[in-house]
DNA sequence: AAGTGGTCTAGACCACTTA
DNA sequence: AAGTGGTCTAGACCACTTA
């Protein structure tokens, strides 16, 4: 007979809940209890659960033990390239051509609510994105004049600030709006569509750390053409 | 002086890798060596060093040692709602209208490659979400025959597909496309657009676990004011 | 008050990878 | 051949939560 080690203990549990034998609710036994069953130590049933409510599927609590989770309550995890990287990734010759550079108020909607009320100063960077000479995506970029020391003179005009973003601070959080739009005069010049044409819209904020005040905003802008394809 | 825990190893790592004093390609200690810096047991750095490995900052191989990963090659994930669920969670009345029943072919750009040559069975679903009265979101759904036992007795009209399929099997993956699209008749209709009006596609396929067989398809439309908002 | 999970320890064995 | 990380063990202490 095989070892059980944490992975087949897993694997075991997740089957029991997906077969519903242990259905959404289900006290699952103690720790002590699942470790005698596989005759093995607590810490190896420890890890196999703690792995288990990390993918949601169950709910831990001291005292009251560990919970099947109702799955559709679960929240989807869609892996996918950061913008930028999409294009050298793919094998594409990737360019950059930057278009203006202006301090402005960093744009409002998106202050972080625990800051001042004052407005945050910003750095403004618009540019376009070309795969193969082709446009391919309108970037406009606000970075945090507050939050982030890189603001004027670090920033050489041919290289994106997205990458420069990801290189700076490669661990970042933040969030991001998919939406749809209609182009504006100067997205559809750049983009090479007509005013008006919709859009795929990516606006991410950077934050630092979860939660964190604002280090930078950025406006993605994408031909119809374009998909964002990921895994979950 | 505090004791040494998981997290505090983590946390002083991670703030060695993003001050940059300890670069991309750094290789840091070993176990052992952080061990004995740290006071504690090398289970516990191997903890923080896993959970490092986990967010995509260190790169660990046996022998080699972990090093500190090129941060602009991370992968995005994006957590945000399931779909069907955004409306009853945001308090709003949720109805589902029934349309269209019928068995066709599953789908044949999606199918797995895996799969046998011949088409596979699919018994395709097409209604329409409401909240608060107002259409919300068009649902197109492929439910494979030859995976998912689910398929003709068990689907009443009133439920939508998306959710019957969510309580089925709530341990979901799959693979997932936003595009945009022009409002087909169809769609138009059902949505409250006019023909030719943008919108926001949601594309997914349900495997049985990563990259097995597909159990369903989804094609989620939504109008342009619809918006996808998650944090990473 | 009692039972649960969260974490740590000191040691062990081994698979894997490189030198 | 040697060093690394992956995993396990048997025990421990304790924070947290409920009954």
Request: with cysteine.
């Amino acid at each position: 007979m095989k070892k059980n080690g944490y992975q087949d203990i897993k694997a075991h549990i997740a089957a029991m809940i997906r077969s519903k034998q242990w259905p959404p609710g289900f006290l699952l036994p103690s720790e002590m209890d699942l470790a005698a069953q596989f005759d093995c130590a607590r810490a190896t049933v420890n890890r196999a659960l703690t792995e288990l409510a990390d993918e949601q599927i169950i709910d831990r609590k001291r005292k009251a033990g560990s919970r099947v989770r109702d799955g559709s309550e679960r929240i989807v995890n869609l892996k996918f390239q950061f913008p930028c990287r999409e294009v050298t990734s793919s094998g594409k010759a990737h360019k950059y051509v930057s278009l203006k550079r202006e301090v402005c108020a960093f744009p409002e909607a998106l202050q972080h609510e625990g800051t001042s009320e004052r407005a945050l100063d910003a750095l403004k960077l618009e540019g376009v994105h070309y795969s193969n000479d082709q446009p391919f995506q309108f970037e406009q970029t606000w970075i945090c004049r507050d939050t982030c020391a890189e603001s004027e003179g670090e920033m050489p005009d041919h290289s994106a600030p997205c990458l420069r973003l990801l290189q700076k601070s490669p661990y970042f959080h933040g969030s991001m709006t998919i939406s749809v739009a209609r182009a504006s005069q100067e997205e559809a010049r750049y983009l090479g569509v007509r005013t008006g044409d919709p859009l795929l819209i990516k606006d991410l904020v950077l934050t630092e750390g979860h939660g964190g005040p604002p280090v930078a905003r950025m406006r993605m802008s994408y031909r119809a053409s374009y998909t964002i394809a990921g895994t979950f």
